[in-house]
Every structure is written in structure tokens, then in C-alpha cells.
């Protein structure tokens, strides 16, 4: 029985022993699909950056002159991939447009901030019906 146990022991110290080479495991590459704004989501981002700037001026009591051309484009510009035009979409695009420029009615009985809320209050509205995701962003234009 010692004999055994020596014999056992001398092969788990012989093998325990060994050197193994470590298995090389080829790791795959990640490749990141980065992210590309489409230009409908371009445009938009310039639209919130134009209206926070303008709400900055309102509230400084400066009166806003002039709607960019540029918002035009909401007619064109190309949606995200699975997006599409849709009658809503193009009924709020024209709604939103129309408000806008009420935002530079100097003969408007209604306050400039109330106007621009309203405009606001538009995209609000579009975005409830599709692409939910900007709502809170968007609410931050409302002046308060």
C-alpha cells in the first residue's frame, strides 16, 4: 500500500510538474458600428440649439428678428433608417413652421414667450406621436 501511495505520488509531482503552454484563444476583433446621425436628426439638434438660444434672448427681453432658412429643410432632410414621412409627420412640419414664425410677429397680441412656447408645445406634440426619446430635452426649451 505504501508503495502505492509513493507511486502516486511521484506521478502528481511529475505531472503537477510540467510546464503546459498556454491555449492562445484568437480573440475577435469588435468592430463598433458607429453611429451616424442622419440629416433629419442633424437638423433637429440645429433646431434645439437655435431655440435655447433664442429662449436665452427672449428672457433678455430682446426681440427675435428673423426665422433661419434653414428649418426649411424639415421638408427634405432624410430620416433615420426605418423612419419615414408620414401625414402626421408632414402635418406637424408645417404646423411647426407656421408657429415659428409667429415668434417673430412683432403685431402679435400675444407675449413673445408665449409664442415660443407654443412652438415648442408643436414639437412636444409631433414627438408624442413618434421618436418619444428628445421629449424631456425638448421640454427644457419651455420658458417657465
Do not use: W
Not at 435655447?52 to 433615420?80: C, D, N, R, V, Y
Amino acid at each position: 500500500m505504501k508503495i502505492l501511495y509513493s507511486v502516486l505520488a511521484i506521478c502528481f509531482l511529475f505531472l503537477g510538474c510540467q510546464e503546459k503552454e498556454p491555449k492562445k484563444v484568437a480573440k475577435a476583433k469588435k468592430v463598433y458600428d458607429l453611429y451616424q446621425p442622419s440629416e433629419m436628426a442633424l437638423l433637429m439638434d440645429s433646431m434645439y440649439k437655435y431655440n435655447m438660444q433664442l429662449k436665452e434672448e427672449i428672457m433678455k427681453g430682446k426681440i427675435p428678428e428673423h426665422m433661419p432658412m434653414e428649418f426649411l429643410k424639415i421638408h427634405s432632410a432624410e430620416f433615420t433608417k426605418g423612419k419615414s414621412r408620414n401625414e402626421t409627420f408632414n402635418s406637424f412640419s408645417k404646423l411647426f413652421l407656421q408657429q415659428q414664425e409667429t415668434i417673430y410677429d412683432t403685431t402679435s397680441t400675444l407675449s413673445v414667450s408665449d409664442r415660443f412656447n407654443a412652438t415648442v408645445n408643436v414639437c412636444v406634440a409631433c414627438h408624442t406621436t413618434e421618436c418619444t426619446g428628445p421629449i424631456p430635452k425638448i421640454n427644457k426649451l419651455l420658458i417657465k
